[in-house]
């Protein structure tokens, strides 16, 4: 019990923290692009209304887990596909580099034509960033995979799909599993970006458009938003590491415990 | 947030020296530089709009004010505003409606020169409300259609809803979407958007496909001003001799641009990367050396019925 | 993965060779859709127009100035990022309860986009080139710190009970254990945060401009319709992203030249 307590203090130890010096740091501030942190809590409860969870943060949730499930899963095919043949690796590695290095907001005439200005666009655009880091790792995974596990796989003529789930997959899952969470929060961000392309709705939508109409803490209010999504994403995403991971976990704790 | 500024805390002092270093960009602030000019930065877009400004730098008018220039260009407004309100710039350029509604917000700022209008000319602006398809001939038709604005709820969707409520029809009915300019063109080609609100230099190249004008600002007022020149209350209080000084290199500025069109046709070929040929062919704004108090009112009031501004905005306080 | 691990070199297996083989036919599909008019070659020129007019900026001296200062941003901002990514990742990864204690904070700060922080980072600062810096680190710290703290805790449980036995102290392990295990972690996380930093660098000089760099003269390029030099432009900032690839290649090359992954392709 008193460790949960502990665990829990320690979890919200910082946070705590962290808004009290806020809360006094930006009393009384008079900077028009700083508000205090209590004008910022004001507004809260009346800007991020029911009404406009339904009109503005549903939809842009819909898109995320969308554009991020396409990232994920097109991030560790591409990626077993590239790390695990060398050649083709060569042959793509520079080009992906090229079109990493692209800042997204450049392609906005590309995307209009291809895919028009509706949700398929803004997916396409959780997708064009999120899926960088599921890629990287994942070849980077599946090239560092153990040379002796290989080697026997190869003695007990283990190959096909067998072998990509059960040496593959698994060997670079702790690095896959890195990728993922870093795309969980580009997503966000990419979310946002794809949001002032052609939008009416949407979280980064309503975030900006506090900004041009220089409603300052109704835009802080809705960065708060942004954060706090982050937060529970990723703690749903540790749920499902976890479930996914498990055997690396529990390889890893025993080896903690064994201490 | 705190760790945000933490981040910035060791970036600037980790950068402190190196930055300096380098030199290029250390010595912002308004400090008189050594031959006494005011060392003076102004935020502006790299448009058409600005071109006197640049006219007025080229032929010494600032100079004459003991006002040493340095323009640096921005995308759009967003950086601007809170760099004037900071003091990174001393004067920005920005469009009208968003400097309304900054001043209800109390936005510590205020205009201080006119930045330009449309003309006289509701055919013959420099900017244009166009249309691809025939069936659509006035701003009535574009009930139940998409336009595509450069921001929302600003000066061009209130525009166009003004267009189209002159015309008799129903603005809520006019649906908005927000797509730059230079994106615009390629919009209504694939047919995602309706119609377009453009200006110079993509109004003439998009006219040159054949499409079709059925609005602009000119037709909302004719003069309309769209732009102004600002600056920080801060810097009105601390240094009112030099934004008078700046006021007036500007009014020269802008009376110079108006007399010479040919000469502001080849000044943007400096600062931008229009082709001297498609300089030529373009309209220009019309450079009002003064703001224009009776078109700003209408603007104001415009934004009022749209629900952007609660109460009309305080115009002869905001412009001079 | 079939052929065997030993590195069979023949001339088609040049790694080069194939990355330009790899650019080379990309470049030719934009040559040839627009063309076949597959996209409006009005919006997105083919490749010789975009090559045409990138040749065209070579000839220009401001062009340079700006390719050194977009550089110059740009390996500042990362070199920061990657340093404070480093440092605070092992000093978080090593301690179990800063982990925990820091972890909602991180899953907080890191999704707050940067057009976001913009007013913010412009009111900070009094040089626009301190304000781009500031997007561009936060921006590029993130992926840096979320690797290495991966990478701190996938040590392996035999090598870390190998280097208690053998009583390796605190620095010895930090060196010879945490730090080895990291570094793939950590190289991924350059080549991530590069990206990154090129692409926010681009972006804040577009948006905040007064640095003179490569993305202010988009925004130029884009409101002048000069369509060509727009992709010109945004063509070097995808070789810049090549160039840095490769020189975090190299690097890993010589820094990880014992890992599987590096040791496979290079045999020593």
Same mark, same amino acid.
């Given at each position: ?259 | ?320 | ?71 110059? *941003? ?5 070199? #920061?990022?990657? =340093? &404070?990514?480093?440092? !605070?990742?092992? +000093?978080?990864? $090593?301690? @179990? ?7 909602? *904070? ?5 999704? #707050?986009?940067? =057009? &976001?922080?913009?007013? !913010?980072?412009? +009111?900070?600062? $009094?040089? @626009? ?140």
């Amino acid at each position: 019990m008193s460790r949960a307590l502990g665990r829990a203090g320690l979890l919200l130890g910082l946070p705590v923290i962290l808004l009290v010096t806020w809360w006094f740091a930006s009393a009384g501030s008079k900077s028009f692009y700083q508000p205090p942190l209590e004008t910022i809590i004001k507004v809260f409860p009346a800007t991020w209304t029911a009404a406009r969870f339904r009109s503005d943060v549903l939809p842009s949730l819909g898109r995320l887990f969308l554009g991020y499930g396409l990232a994920v899963l097109l991030g560790i095919v591409l990626g077993v596909l590239i790390g695990a043949h060398r050649r083709l690796r060569a042959l793509v590695e520079p080009l992906l580099e090229f079109l990493r290095a692209i800042p997204p907001p450049v392609l906005v005439p590309i995307l209009i034509l291809v895919a028009g200005l509706g949700d398929p666009t803004k997916v396409l655009v959780i997708v064009s960033g999120g899926i960088w880091p599921v890629l990287l790792n994942t070849v980077e995974g599946v090239r560092g995979v153990d040379q002796v596990l290989a080697d026997t796989c190869r003695t007990y003529r283990i190959c096909g799909w067998l072998r990509m789930r059960t040496f593959i997959l698994r060997a670079a899952s702790p690095q896959i599993v890195v990728g993922a969470r870093q795309a969980l929060s580009i997503s966000i961000i990419m979310m946002v970006i794809g949001e002032l392309l052609g939008a009416t709705n949407g979280l980064g939508y309503t975030v900006v458009q506090f900004q041009r109409g220089f409603e300052i803490p109704e835009m802080w209010s809705g960065v708060f938003v942004l954060g706090l999504l982050g937060v529970l994403l990723s703690l749903a995403f540790t749920l499902v590491e976890r479930r996914v991971l498990s055997w690396y976990h529990g390889v890893r704790a025993a080896e903690r415990s064994g201490r | 947030m705190l760790r945000t500024r933490f981040i910035a805390l060791l970036a600037v002092t980790a950068l402190a020296a190196t930055t300096s270093a380098c030199g290029s960009d250390d010595s912002s602030d308004a400090a008189p530089a050594t031959g006494g000019a005011d060392k003076v930065k102004v935020g502006v877009i790299p448009i058409v709009d600005v071109a006197p400004i640049y006219l007025g730098k080229a032929k010494g008018f600032f100079t004459k004010q003991n006002v040493d220039l340095s323009l640096e260009q921005a995308q759009g407004g967003a950086a601007i505003v809170p760099a004037v309100v900071s003091g990174q710039y001393q004067f920005g350029f920005s469009n009208v409606v968003s400097l309304m509604i900054g001043q209800s917000k109390n936005v510590p700022i205020k205009a201080v020169a006119n930045g330009n209008n449309a003309t006289a000319d509701a055919a013959k602006d420099f900017s244009g409300l166009l249309v691809k398809d025939s069936a659509i001939t006035r701003p009535k038709d574009l009930e139940g259609k998409t336009v595509a604005s450069n921001t929302l709820k600003n000066i061009v969707d209130t525009s166009v809803k003004d267009l189209v409520r002159k015309d008799g029809g129903d603005p809520s009915k006019v649906k908005f979407v927000e797509i730059a300019f230079p994106d615009m063109a390629a919009a209504l080609d694939a047919n995602r958007v309706q119609a377009i609100f453009v200006v110079e230099p993509f109004l003439t190249s998009a006219k040159a496909k054949g499409w079709k004008q059925i609005g602009s600002f000119a037709a909302v007022s004719p003069s309309l001003q769209v732009a102004a020149y600002f600056t920080s209350q801060q810097l009105l209080g601390e240094k009112a001799d030099l934004v008078k000084r700046f006021s007036a290199a500007m009014k020269e500025s802008l009376a110079y641009a108006d007399a010479h069109p040919d000469e502001v046709r080849q000044i943007v070929t400096t600062y931008t990367t229009i082709k001297a040929e498609a300089a030529a062919a373009m309209t220009l704004p019309k450079f009002a050396p003064d703001m224009d108090k009776t078109s700003l009112d209408t603007m104001s009031n415009l934004l009022v019925q749209e629900g952007l501004l609660a109460a009309p905005a305080d115009t002869a306080k905001l412009f001079q | 993965m079939t052929t065997p691990r030993v590195a069979r070199r023949r001339a088609g297996d040049n790694p080069a060779l194939l990355g330009l083989v790899g650019i080379l036919a990309f470049a030719a599909l934009l040559e040839v859709l627009p063309r076949a008019g597959v996209l409006p070659a009005e919006y997105l020129p083919p490749t010789s127009r975009i090559v045409s007019a990138l040749l065209d900026e070579f000839g220009r001296g401001s062009f340079w100035q700006a390719v050194g200062g977009t550089i110059t *941003t740009w390996l500042l901002g990362l070199v #920061i990022a990657v =340093v &404070a990514g480093i440092v !605070l990742g092992i +000093v978080i990864g $090593s301690v @179990p309860a800063l982990r925990l204690a820091t972890a909602s *904070t991180v899953e907080f700060l890191r999704p #707050i986009p940067s =057009v &976001a922080l913009l007013p !913010l980072a412009v +009111v900070l600062f $009094s040089a @626009p080139i301190r304000s781009i810096l500031l997007l561009v680190v936060y921006a590029s710290f993130w992926p840096v710190l979320i690797q290495v703290l991966h990478g701190v805790t996938d040590i392996d449980p035999v090598a870390r009970e190998t280097a208690l036995s053998y009583r390796l102290d605190r620095w010895r392990r930090a060196r010879y254990l945490v730090w080895p295990t990291t570094l793939p972690y950590v190289m991924t996380g350059i080549r991530l945060a590069a990206s990154v930093a090129l692409v926010l660098t681009i972006t804040g000089e577009l948006l905040i401009g007064g640095t003179k760099g490569i993305g202010e003269r988009i925004a130029v390029a884009q409101s002048s319709i000069t369509v060509p030099s727009m992709y010109a432009l945004i063509v070097v900032s995808g070789l810049i992203g090549v160039l840095a690839n490769v020189a975090t290649r190299r690097a890993e090359r010589l820094v990880l030249a014992w890992h599987p992954a590096v040791r496979r392709e290079f045999p020593l």
